[in-house]
């Protein structure tokens, strides 16, 4: 089994930062793409950013310049800095990962953390 532990969020006023964390747990042989997601009240939960297991990342047009996603192989986290943080950023951030485990050894299972809300005051 697997867990994705997400850490970080919180309320921060207009313009500042927030650095959100989540470390990935369990019988893991390898994790591939890890990523996180929003979702605001009331819409549907949308990609924020994507990092392959070799660094490679993309990032939905709203948070270019303003979000940078990195991850550290080693301890099994991924981590989103989140600068020059908007109202319309305020949602519950969700971490996700592709991960090859131990049972599950000639493939991927997707999982996902159990959410962090960010809210950000104007």
């Known amino acids: 089994q697997v867990q994705l532990v997400e850490s970080g969020g919180g309320l921060v006023q207009n313009g500042g930062s927030l650095r959100l964390s989540c470390a990935a747990s369990?019988?893991?042989?390898?994790?591939?793409?890890m990523g996180w997601y929003r979702q605001a009240a009331g819409k549907q939960r949308e990609l924020v950013a994507r990092?392959?297991?070799?660094?490679?990342?993309n990032y939905v047009d709203s948070v270019k310049g303003r979000f940078t996603i990195t991850r550290d192989n080693t301890k099994k986290t991924v981590y989103l800095q989140m600068n020059s943080l908007k109202p319309d950023d305020t949602a519950v951030y969700y971490c996700?990962?592709?991960?090859?485990?131990?049972?599950?050894?000639?493939?991927?299972?997707?999982?996902w953390g159990q959410g962090t809300q960010v809210t950000v005051s104007s």
């Open positions: 996700n990962a592709d991960v090859v485990t131990v049972v599950s050894r000639w493939f991927a299972t997707n999982y």
């Open positions: 369990g019988s893991i042989l390898s994790i591939n793409d």
């Open positions: 990092i392959t297991n070799i660094g490679r990342t």
